[in-house]
T-cell receptor
């Protein structure tokens, strides 16, 4: 069964610190992996997208990595800010159908001053 | 401004009373989709549409209907809502293709069925 699992479920860090969120997936064949940021009460917003051949992608203080062999991805946030408090969702698309998308349940990140 | 809009944003209704949640996008996207988000479960796809008059079931289509008569609109219809359809609903759109294009989400509709 195609699955996307994220860890940790929730994380609290102090402002200015770095953190790394994890995503493991079993979706196969694999097409692409995205990370979304979802603020409370808002729709998800795309941060990065990586295809099979890419192993890292940056968007400002966000850096995503992908290891397609081990089916793992991480999202690293550098020098966290209060506005980084949100849920981060890993989404994996399978190649077998352009419309099949599997969402992880997200990591709830809280940045404390 | 490129965006996906949903209406209403909040809705409280009673079991069995038909309702429609509208979704509209101004980016000329072919692909549109509806999701529901429940605590601990992540987003689950209800229905999707690859283009006008082309719709298909997602992972949790039971109790929902959709239509795609125009490219920009993709309404979600609950013919007879039940309490288990209480959830946060998101509409999304993107260009068609192999799925590497960014998917844009609407602001969400919080539905409560009593």
């Amino acid at each position: 069964k195609n699955q996307v699992e994220q860890s940790p479920q929730s994380l609290i860090i102090l402002e200015g610190k770095n953190c790394t969120l994890q995503c493991n997936y079993t979706v196969s064949p694999f097409s692409n992996l995205r990370w979304y940021k979802q603020d409370t009460g808002r729709g998800p917003v795309s941060l990065t997208i990586m295809t099979f051949s890419e192993n890292t992608k940056s968007n400002g203080r966000y850096t995503a990595t992908l290891d397609a062999d081990t089916k793992q991805s991480s999202l690293h946030i550098t020098a966290s800010q209060l506005s980084d408090s949100a849920s981060y969702i890993c989404v994996v698309s399978g190649r077998s159908s352009a419309s099949k998308i599997i969402f992880g349940s997200g990591t709830r990140l809280s940045i404390r001053p | 401004e490129a965006q996906v809009t949903q209406n209403p944003r909040y809705l409280i209704t009673v079991t069995g009373k038909k309702l429609t949640v509208t979704c509209s996008q101004n980016m000329n996207h072919e692909y549109m989709s509806w999701y529901r988000q429940d605590p601990g479960l992540g987003l689950r796809q209800i229905y999707y549409s690859m283009n006008v008059e082309v719709t298909d079931k997602g992972d949790v289509p039971e109790g929902y209907k959709v239509s795609r008569k125009e490219k920009r609109n993709f309404p979600l219809i609950l013919e007879s809502p039940s309490p288990n359809q209480t959830s946060l609903y998101f509409c999304a759109s993107r260009l068609a293709g192999v799925g590497t294009d960014t998917q844009y989400f609407g602001p969400g509709t919080r539905l409560t069925v009593l």
